[in-house]
């Protein structure tokens, strides 16, 4: 392997608890994993989702709960780490939890933007969806 990919599959049998079958199952499905920086990209990004499910609000959920929903999505993995954290800014300036920019972190601006118009119209009286997933 490339010097480069063997380090990154390592991190995600290793952190992801994955056997030789499922890791294979998650490189073939999302391949572009293997395209970003693990220092720069996955690690902190992983840290940032763990975060997000773990302690984000009033929300519990387990290290390995949001181990499983970050696999389940490992896509929201490859994002920008810089990209994701002016998203995170934007959601906090709008009063929104972190934990709703899960599956939305691949969103052009425009959709983006428009999600949040949504979100913030719909939770207007200051009730916030306690669902994460």
Same mark, same amino acid.
């Not at 929201?76 to 810089?82: L, V």
């Not at 972190?105 to 969806?129: M, R």
């Given at each position: 392997?490339?010097?480069?990919?063997?380090?990154k599959?390592?991190?995600?049998?290793?952190?992801?608890?994955l056997? #030789?079958?499922?890791?294979c *199952?998650?490189?073939? %499905?999302q391949?572009?994993? $293997?395209?970003a920086?693990?220092?720069?990209?996955?690690?902190?990004?992983l840290e940032?989702w763990?975060?997000?499910?773990?302690r984000?609000?009033n929300?519990q959920?387990?290290d390995?709960?949001?181990?499983?929903e970050?696999i389940?999505?490992?896509? #929201?993995?490859?994002?920008? *780490?810089?990209?994701? %954290?002016k998203?995170?800014? $934007?959601?906090?300036?709008?009063?929104?939890?972190?934990?709703?920019?899960?599956g939305?972190a691949?969103?052009?601006?425009?959709?983006l933007?428009?999600w949040?118009?949504?979100?913030?119209s719909?939770n207007?009286?200051?009730?916030?969806?306690?669902a994460?997933?």
């Amino acid at each position: 392997f490339d010097n480069n990919i063997q380090p990154k599959l390592n991190w995600l049998q290793t952190t992801f608890h994955l056997d #030789q079958n499922q890791l294979c *199952h998650v490189v073939q %499905r999302q391949s572009m994993l $293997l395209n970003a920086s693990l220092n720069n990209t996955l690690i902190p990004n992983l840290e940032f989702w763990k975060e997000c499910f773990t302690r984000d609000y009033n929300h519990q959920c387990s290290d390995d709960d949001a181990l499983a929903e970050i696999i389940r999505l490992p896509r #929201q993995m490859t994002q920008s *780490h810089q990209r994701l %954290r002016k998203r995170a800014a $934007l959601f906090a300036a709008h009063g929104i939890p972190n934990r709703f920019l899960w599956g939305r972190a691949e969103y052009t601006d425009e959709k983006l933007n428009v999600w949040i118009s949504k979100f913030v119209s719909k939770n207007s009286d200051g009730i916030v969806d306690k669902a994460i997933f």
